[in-house]
């Protein structure tokens, strides 16, 4: 197996979601557990073979099973999602410089194709870092931080940038996740949106239907 591209979705409340994989060949795996945690996604992710890299978003329970289980697998995070986190700290449009330098830089992610990019991508990264390092150690009258929304900026960068490359390392890997995010999950929010009111137990069986049934570029949704 060279691929899989992992993500979850709630399909009751925040108690009970869909773990889902995709591989190399489209084929869709998954497994309900209550929540994602590290023991539902190691026991989802003991059934398959090693593969070559694994796509997904920074969850802790899933990063976790992944490098218990295969300490040298390759990961490659997924940018949106790196993305979007930073946007819940600096807002679509921040009122400090610092902010909008590492938002556009952020933006600039999708046209990293190649090791010399990536390596200016880096540098930049950094030199951003520097440039602006007041501000993230200035703290208030209080002695807290005065940047603290910039700090976890900082932190979501740095622990995300290990793994945020490798698919220029690996051909064919996808940088995203957004295969399982916009094919299986979206097409499971769509049913439930048209199945309202259904049970737990019933929501399980309309996802399980949605996901053995859906092929790629099929948009007929004749399960529903």
Known sequence: MHTLILDATYIHRNFLCALVAIDERDRIFWRFAKYESFAAWAKFLSEFSEPKVLVMDGQKGLFAAARTLWPHVRIQRCQFHVISFCIQYLGRHPKEEVGQVILHLLYTLKEVKTPDRRD????????WETRYERFFNARNRFGAF???????????????????????????????????????????????????????????????????????????????
Do not use: C, Q
């Open 120 to 127: 200016e991508w880096i540098k930049a990264y950094k030199g």
């Open 146 to 224: 005065e940047y603290p929304r910039l700090r976890s900026v900082r932190f979501i960068i740095r622990k995300a940038l290990p793994n945020l490359f490798t698919y220029i390392d690996i051909p064919e890997t996808p940088n995203t996740t957004n295969l399982v995010e916009g094919w299986v999950n979206s097409a499971i929010a769509e049913a439930l949106r048209r199945h309202r009111g259904l049970h737990e137990y019933e929501k399980k069986t309309l996802a399980s239907i949605v996901m053995s049934h859906l092929k790629r570029g099929d948009h007929s949704n004749r399960f529903l």
